[in-house]
Nanobody, 126 residues
Framework: QVQLRESGGGLVQAGGSLRLSCAASGRTFATYAMAWFRQAPGKEREFVATFYWNNDNTYYADSVKGRFTISSDKARRMVFLQMNNLKSEDTATYYC???????????????????WGQGTRVTVSS
């Protein structure tokens, strides 16, 4: 079993920054990618960013490219999301996700991830 725990959400003004953290525990060997998704009220869960564990490659949604940065601390089994120049449309619950051996490479799809955290709420006021 793998457990993921997010932290770092909160209320911030537009143009501000937040840093989200995700700590993984349990049987995390054979991790292929760690990602962040978000879900706003009434909307589907959407891909934000992913980090490939074996080669450190990163991919971003167009809506956050240039503003958000995903990174990791492999020794501590953590992944981070630095969010700068936040906009009201970034308001959502942010989820950390992990893919295991079943990963197909479709990093934008929630179905490619095996484990999910409970989420951390980010609210951006305009």
């Amino acid at each position: 079993q793998v457990q993921l725990r997010e932290s770092g959400g909160g209320l911030v003004q537009a143009g501000g920054s937040l840093r989200l953290s995700c700590a993984a525990s349990g049987r995390t060997f054979a991790t292929y990618a760690m990602a962040w998704f978000r879900q706003a009220p009434g909307k589907e869960r959407e891909f934000v960013a992913t980090f490939y564990w074996n080669n450190d490659n990163t991919y971003y949604a167009d809506s956050v490219k240039g503003r958000f940065t995903i990174s990791s601390d492999k020794a501590r089994r953590m992944v981070f999301l630095q969010m700068n120049n936040l906009k009201s449309e970034d308001t959502a619950t942010y989820y950390c996700a992990r893919s295991g051996p079943s990963y197909t490479g479709n990093y934008r799809s929630p179905t490619d991830y095996d484990n999910w955290g409970q989420g951390t709420r980010v609210t951006v006021s305009s």
